[in-house]
């Protein structure tokens, strides 16, 4: 059997594991719920019933904002409440981001958000990769893009005042934003993961200019 060849399709799946129950702990913008189950076990057999705390999200969408002409990228700021005890600042440098809404398409979600946050609209946009930020204790699965934009006469301050959203637009160059990525200040896995995915791809995006 070649080397890895039975990780292309997994050993268990979703019937493999047995619910016995479900209890909503806390519903807000935000749910947690308390989940009970068993689970069949590599060696044979079943687990105990385990019982785990989820946190209930919707799926969300990122998008890197990538001028190819100026190789000089869009960042954006703002404060996170998950990083209120965050050594250096709550504030945080992040791609543009948003919630799936129920009925839209992530690609769909890309564009709104962009100009809701940034100002700025996509020319092209790519997928790059859908994963789970936390699967250990929570749903969300994230789906990342990159768009190609015109990021001349960027700037300033974003976001949709009925949500509360105080966004600060950066245009950096790839230079300046791989010496931050560095340096630890671009620290979350949005920009981890496309900054990873652009430092592979940027020469033949620039290429096809």
């Not at 969408?61 to 960042?75: A, H, K, N, P, W």
């Not at 699967?135 to 015109?150: I, S």
């Not at 976001?159 to 010496?179: K, M, P, T, Y």
């Amino acid at each position: 059997m070649a080397e890895g060849s039975s990780l292309d399709t997994p050993r268990f799946d979703a019937g493999d594991i047995e619910r016995t129950s479900t209890e909503s702990l806390y519903q807000g913008f935000f749910n947690l719920e308390q989940r009970h189950l068993r689970h069949r076990l590599f060696e044979g057999g079943w687990s105990d019933v385990i019982t785990r705390e989820v946190h209930v999200r919707y799926d969300a969408v990122g998008v890197l904002l990538y001028d190819v002409e100026r190789d000089s990228v869009v960042l954006v700021e703002q404060m996170r409440v998950g990083a209120l005890d965050d050594p250096l600042s709550p504030w945080k440098l992040e791609p543009v981001a948003g919630l799936i809404k129920p009925g839209e398409q992530p690609a769909d979600v890309a564009y709104r958000e962009s100009i809701e946050e940034a100002g700025c609209e996509i020319q092209e946009l790519f997928e790059l990769h859908t994963y789970y930020p936390s699967p250990g204790a929570c749903n969300e699965r994230v789906t990342l893009f990159c768009g190609l934009v015109d990021s001349r006469n960027l700037g300033g301050v974003h976001g949709l005042e009925e949500e509360n959203e105080d966004i600060l637009v950066h245009v950096l160059s790839f230079a300046r934003a791989w010496e931050l990525l560095g340096a630890g200040r671009l620290d979350n896995a949005m920009c981890l993961i496309a900054f990873y995915w652009l430092a592979r791809e940027r020469a033949s995006l620039r290429a096809r200019r």
